[in-house]
């Protein structure tokens, strides 16, 4: 027998429970630093609902990485998206979560509709031509409806009693509004150098300048942000 080293690769981006971080917190929201790559993601509260059935809160995610492979780094919590991946003639999946992190699902025979992740996290997705459909934990399931540009989108998170959170999305694929398991709703408006997210709890506005979130401003307070010549908080 010969020894064997064996190198796998996984995507340090965003929040996961098998990394280290230092955390602050600040108003409505908290910041956490990777203790091995220096990545920095920030988690803010904007809106929730209050029901007992499949309640959602909106956050705003800042990401460090994202400001260097996309827009400003800020995204919201539940704009998640799958994209088609072909590495060495093999068809994966690209799944970005919650907080900006990478995971990518695998099939395991070529003529096979479902794929499996890589991460060890017991996720599955099935994919047709229109939709992909996540299996997460307790049989609650994501939905993701492919859109025109060819990446599927997070449109419907439903329970095991069938409890559905529903996202509804702009011709740009953004998101303006938000219906939980009780119909009550979180909505998105779009203004120039401003977003203001109304829900059953508050009001967050969120102020611009130069595409950069300036500041979050709820009941609570004010969270300002400032950027050096990177672009970076």
Do not use: W
Request: proline share 1%; net charge negative.
């Amino acid at each position: 027998l010969k020894p064997l080293l064996e190198i796998v690769y996984r995507n340090q981006n965003g929040l996961e429970s098998y990394l280290n971080y230092k955390s602050q917190v600040f108003v409505d929201g908290s910041t956490y630093v990777n203790t091995y790559n220096g990545n920095l993601v920030g988690v803010f509260n904007l809106g929730n609902t209050i029901s007992n059935k499949l309640p959602v809160s909106l956050n705003l995610i800042y990401n460090t990485n994202d400001v260097l492979i996309k827009n400003n780094g800020f995204k919201f919590n539940l704009n998640q998206t799958i994209h088609n991946l072909t590495l060495d003639n093999n068809e994966y999946l690209e799944y970005e979560d919650e907080d900006g992190t990478i995971h990518y699902f695998y099939k395991e025979m070529d003529s096979s509709t479902i794929y499996y992740d890589e991460d060890g996290l017991n996720l599955t997705i099935e994919k047709d031509d229109n939709c992909c459909y996540m299996n997460v934990k307790y049989n609650n399931k994501k939905i993701f409806q492919k859109s025109a540009n060819g990446v599927y989108y997070l449109t419907k998170i439903e329970d095991v009693s069938l409890n559905a959170i529903n996202i509804i999305l702009d011709s740009n694929n953004r998101i303006t509004k938000i219906q939980d398991g009780n119909n009550l709703e979180i909505l998105i408006q779009y203004e120039n150098n401003k977003t203001i997210i109304t829900s059953p709890d508050r009001i967050t506005v969120l102020n611009y300048s130069n595409n950069s979130v300036t500041s979050i401003v709820t009941m609570n307070g004010t969270a300002s942000f400032t950027y050096n010549e990177n672009n970076l908080i």
